[in-house]
């Protein structure tokens, strides 16, 4: 486990554009009817917290329709952001992925803020996100905006390289019932059943129910990595217009969530590790309010409130947590030339943690506050020009006040758009890295000492934010109404990154007796990013479509010399340097549309994992105006391949093709 470097080590051991859907229900919509300069037109609130087209945002924004996720035949929400271009998404087995955006991509990835509907869904245990209990129905999913680069200025700490933020359908779009069965080799068996209806003049609501399960995957060594998955998922949406001014959404989920994995366990004896399957339980529940009122003159006030209830049992910990929620954003009407959004926002979170032998704490109990205001500005300089400014203050229980300012400015002209950004950004210390002891590994004596020797992680209580400093450049180019460009450049300047430092070692009194190499994590290292993200669309003919995005990055890190840190440079290779992908959308007749879709990912040196091409494809087929009939074949030009974790790892497995039929009723 010490080659993976930094807090991956410790979190690790944890856990080791578009186009509309040809085969849909209603057939009297026609499935080309948006084009590449319509859907720049599209609307998207993740770059300004307030409505505004993909066009018009200053930042390195892509969406994921409903219908991308439908024709891509996915069967999860990290599934369908591979087609995001610039976004990093490895498979480690059946129910795990490390998901990243410009670089630093791990199990837990820390420096991607992730909302389901305005709710965050990073776990502040290590700053990242557990994807295996984010199963939200694909069909309920109206789109994904997915903003790669800096959005802390408006959403605060962990939004350093991206936001990902998925926006599920109002009740009033998921009228009527929907039916979805699933089965294939890899995915045994999964059904999905909703239903929505109305109640007065001005209110709808939904309830679903999902469930599913998966086989596990195959070890490099031989055998299953013990990675089957099974989950249960229920939920309900209501949206009802108060008044002619005020609307409210009340909604809610509840999951449960089983799957498992390989865990070495250190012991004080030889072997000084044994190899253990390790149970993974993992439940919870949320309820969500949301109410918005419209006043005259052009002003908005809307007040969002949730509470998070989440468990996770496995054998290193048992975690229990509840989160309280409000935010609170006031859209002032416009005023001359200026565009001002402003909010505040307050979380208690709270959790209980059951201690073990290789995970202490000074207490089972922990808690944290986070009170928060933004305000930004967008300001029309000139008929072609926008300034928007704008900063994120959060008051931290660790750190204290972090203010994360930007500055974009923007060009706007005939058919195209170009714009610049500066901006500061931070991720805060998770309580793994402040509060908690972790024994990381153990070994035979060193001569000539008699007694074991263990590695353990030391709570780091100074351990401050990681920093980031970030410059973008952008151009949109619209050259037809059937050709689209994006083109983003970017550099980022990283300090204090989390740094796995070794201290002197230390004789433990208390029988029985061995010796402890403690490492503390520090913010000892710095780093430079550089990359580009190109993609494009074309609409070639009324029936087929393609997109194409090719990503570029490169990683300079630079960390104390490996006498004072552990692999502190492991992450330049862990996440691929190049990166490519083609879409094709095929409309074969009203009823028949094929969607394939090639992956393109370069090599992982710090894993010894070499590049590799990924082929999807789907064939959609109505065989009725409400009964639809997929077929989906993924990784179809090998049987398997290996996409993250080093092969010496206990879980190192190859993720194989999958083949599945689906078959979706709606009345």
């Known amino acids: 486990m010490i080659r993976f470097g930094g807090t991956c080590l410790v979190l690790a051991a944890v856990q080791a554009g578009g186009w509309p859907a040809a085969a849909v229900a209603d057939p009297s919509v026609d499935p080309y009817a948006l084009s590449p300069e319509q859907l ?23 969406v994921l329709t409903a219908a991308d996720i439908e024709r891509a035949g996915v069967t999860s929400i990290p599934e369908a952001l591979r087609l995001a271009p610039g976004v990093d998404v490895a498979q480690i087995n059946s129910s795990g992925w490390a998901i990243s955006a410009r670089g630093f991509n791990s199990a837990l990835a820390n420096k991607l803020l992730v909302l389901i509907d305005g709710r965050e869904i990073y776990d502040p245990l290590f700053s990242g996100v557990y994807w295996d ?24 700490a962990n939004a350093v390289n991206g936001v990902i933020n998925i926006i599920t359908k109002s009740a009033a779009d998921t009228q009527g019932a929907l039916v979805s069965a699933t089965a294939g080799d890899q995915e045994r068996g999964a059904l999905t059943a909703r239903y929505g209806g109305a109640f007065g003049d001005s209110g709808h609501w939904r309830i679903y129910g999902a469930g599913f399960e998966r086989t596990a995957q195959e070890l490099l060594t031989g055998g299953d990595d013990h990675s089957a998955w099974q989950a249960l998922r229920g939920g309900f949406r209501t949206d009802v ?68 209830l989440t468990r996770r049992s496995q054998a290193l910990l048992e975690d229990r947590r509840r989160t309280y929620d409000l935010d ?30 290789s995970i202490t704490a000074a207490s089972d109990s922990h808690g944290e506050q986070l009170i928060s205001a933004f305000v930004q500005d967008q300001i029309a300089l000139a008929p072609a020009w926008r300034l928007t400014l704008g900063s994120k203050f959060d008051d931290t229980d660790y750190t204290g006040l972090e203010i994360q300012p930007s500055v974009r400015l923007q060009w706007m002209g005939e058919q195209q758009m170009a714009w610049g950004a500066v901006s500061r950004a931070v991720r805060s210390p998770s309580e793994l890295e402040r509060e908690y002891n972790f024994i990381l590994a153990a070994g ?7 007694v074991p020797t263990t590695i353990e992680l030391a709570p780091s209580p100074d351990f401050d934010s990681e920093e980031l400093v970030a410059y973008e450049l952008g151009y949109r180019r619209q050259w037809t109404p059937d050709l689209a460009m994006d083109i983003t450049l970017f550099h980022n300047e990283y300090d204090g990154l989390s740094t796995l430092s070794t201290r002197p070692a230390q004789f433990a009194l208390d029988p029985p007796r061995f010796i402890i190499v403690p490492i503390e ?44 840190a552990i692999d502190s440079e492991a992450a ?38 070499d590049a590799y091409t990924r082929f999807d494809l789907r064939i959609g087929w109505r065989l009725t105006n409400s009964v639809e009939l997929e077929l989906v ?34 009345g």
Do not use: C, K
């Not at 669309?537 to 995005?549: I, L």
């Not at 340097?577 to 095929?586: D, E, G, K, T």
């Open 40 to 62: 720049f037109a599209a609307e998207v609130i993740s770059p300004a917290r307030t409505p505004e087209s993909v066009w018009e945002a200053p930042a390195a924004i892509s």
């Open 133 to 156: 209990v984010q199963d939200t129905p694909l069909q309920d999913i109206e789109r994904i905006e997915v903003v790669r680069g800096p959005g802390a200025s408006l959403w605060g």
């Open 241 to 308: 217009s108060l008044s002619a001014r005020d609307d409210l959404t009340i909604q809610g989920d509840i999951y449960h969530s089983e799957t498992g994995q390989w865990r070495l366990v250190p012991t004080l004896s030889a072997p000084f590790e044994t190899l253990a399957r390790e149970d993974i339980t993992a439940e919870g529940g949320n309820l969500l309010a949301r109410w918005t009122r419209q006043f005259d003159g052009g002003g908005v006030l809307s007040a969002q409130t949730y509470f998070d």
């Open 328 to 357: 609170v954003q006031y859209q002032f009407p416009t005023y001359g030339a200026h565009a001002l959004v402003a909010g505040m926002r307050y979380r208690d979170t709270r959790d209980d943690i059951n201690q073990t032998e």
């Open 444 to 450: 035979p004596p060193i001569p000539p000492l008699t």
């Open 521 to 564: 994590i520090t913010n000892a290292t710095s780093a430079a990013t550089n990359g580009v993200e190109v993609m494009f669309d074309w609409r070639v003919r009324q029936n087929f479509g393609v997109t194409a995005s090719y990503s570029f990055l490169d990683m300079e890190l630079r960390g104390p010399p490996a006498p004072l």
């Open 572 to 609: 330049e290779g862990q996440s691929p340097r190049n990166q490519a992908s083609l879409r094709l959308r095929w409309d074969a007749t009203d009823r028949l549309a094929i969607d394939g879709t090639f992956y393109y990912v370069d090599n992982l040196p710090s894993y010894d994992i």
């Open 633 to 666: 074949g993924q990784n179809l030009l090998d049987n398997r391949h290996r996409e993250f974790v080093a092969p010496g790892d206990a879980n190192a497995a190859e993720i194989q093709r999958s083949i599945f039929g689906r078959l979706t009723w709606r």
